[in-house]
């Protein structure tokens, strides 16, 4: 059985759009690390971060524990998808972790909803996101795999219509 969350504890949702925010870069840093994945220009990485894509901005929340640390973080942008016919966008999920520690606690759930609810907010109606390691975590959330669509990353493709 897995403890899931308690609503009188004090768990704390920061929106970040500045990634240069210490509570941010601790925690991907311990999320790469998770990953086994070395950077050599932290400062760099995250000033691009910053910076964001193609006009759009990157945004995360961050959810922090009672005693100031990091349980984990959803970063997510806006993507625009254009062919000559049809143009459309939706919000991509770029990045998701819960600490180890956390996990299976509904963390990830409360996380994913509140980039679902950011999405809807700016009026859009679908999330996409790739993973290889947690397909039936986002399948349980309601999303699908998109057959015929392609990661450049080659993970599998996960779409939610969120309306």
């Not at 959810?63 to 970063?75: S, W």
């Amino acid at each position: 059985m897995t403890e899931q969350l308690n609503p009188s504890q004090a768990y704390t949702d920061f929106l970040i759009s500045d990634f240069l925010d210490p509570r941010f870069q601790r925690a991907f840093q311990r999320y790469f690390a998770e990953l086994g994945i070395q950077v050599r220009d932290w400062d760099g990485l995250f000033r691009e971060m910053d910076r964001g894509d193609a006009g759009e901005k990157n945004a995360a929340y961050v959810r922090q524990g009672p005693e100031g640390g990091v349980i984990g973080f959803i970063l997510f942008i806006p993507i625009r998808f254009t062919s000559w016919f049809f143009e459309g966008t939706c919000g991509f999920i770029r990045e998701f972790w819960v600490a180890e520690e956390y996990r299976g606690r509904g963390h990830g759930s409360a996380l994913l909803d509140l980039a679902e609810t950011w999405f809807v907010g700016r009026e859009l109606y679908a999330a996409i996101l790739t993973t290889n390691t947690a397909k039936a975590f986002y399948q349980r959330r309601g999303y699908a795999k998109a057959f015929g669509c392609r990661a450049k990353n080659q993970d599998d493709v996960f779409l939610k219509k969120l309306k």
